[in-house]
C-alpha cells in the first residue's frame, strides 16, 4: 500500500514546483511532463495509478485565443428598461412574422403561443422553439430544435441580438432554421 502512494506523494510534490527560470515552455507542459516521469521512474505502470500520466493538470486557456465567447463590454450593457423595450419589440415582431409564415407553409401541428413573457412556436414533430427574456443576464435566450440553447446579447453597433460565441445573430440564425425545417424561406429583418 505504502508503494502505491508514493508515486502520488512525488506526483504532489512536482505540482508545487515552478518551471525553470530558463523554460519558454508553458508551465503546466513541465508540470505534466514532471509528473510523467515521476511515475515512469516509480515502476508502477499498472494499476490505478496508470491513468495519472496521461492527464493534464493545466488550467491555462487554450492557445488559440479566437475561441470562446467575446469579452463583455459592461459599458454597453443595457438599462433594465431598454432592454424591455428592445426585447419586447424583438419578441412581437416575431410572433407577428411567424403568424405571417405560419399562413404560407403547410406544417401539421404550427402553432405560436405568447404568455408570460414566452413566445414558443411550435412546428409538429418538426420541433419547438422556445424564445424568452433573461431580465437579470439583459439577454433573449431560444431554445432550438435544431441547434439547441442559445443567449443573445444585444448589440448596439450592429443594433441585433448576437450571440457571443459564434457572433451569430438572432433573426439570421432563425431564418436559417425556419428555411431549413419547412422549406420555405423567411424574411424576419
Known sequence: MASRLLPLRRLSRLLLLKP???????????????ASRSLHLSGNSHGPLH???SRSFCSSPPLNLNEG?????YSSVLQEDEFHKLADS????????FEEYGD???????????????????????????????TPNRQ???????????RFDWDRDAEA????RTK???????ESEMEQLCGEPISLS
Open 90 to 97: 424583438t419578441i412581437h415582431d416575431l410572433q407577428e412574422k
Open 168 to 174: 451569430v445573430k438572432l433573426l439570421t440564425l432563425l
Open 20 to 34: 525553470p527560470p530558463s523554460s519558454n515552455s508553458r508551465p503546466c507542459f513541465y508540470l505534466l511532463l514532471e
Open 51 to 53: 491513468w495519472i500520466a
Open 104 to 134: 404560407s407553409v403547410q406544417v401539421d401541428g404550427f402553432d405560436i403561443d405568447y404568455g408570460n413573457e414566452v413566445l414558443t412556436l411550435k412546428l409538429g414533430n418538426l420541433g419547438t422553439y422556445v424564445l424568452n427574456k433573461q
Open 161 to 164: 441580438w448576437i450571440y457571443r
Open 69 to 73: 465567447p467575446a469579452a463583455i463590454d
Open 140 to 150: 433573449i435566450w431560444l431554445s432550438s430544435p435544431v441547434s439547441g440553447p442559445f
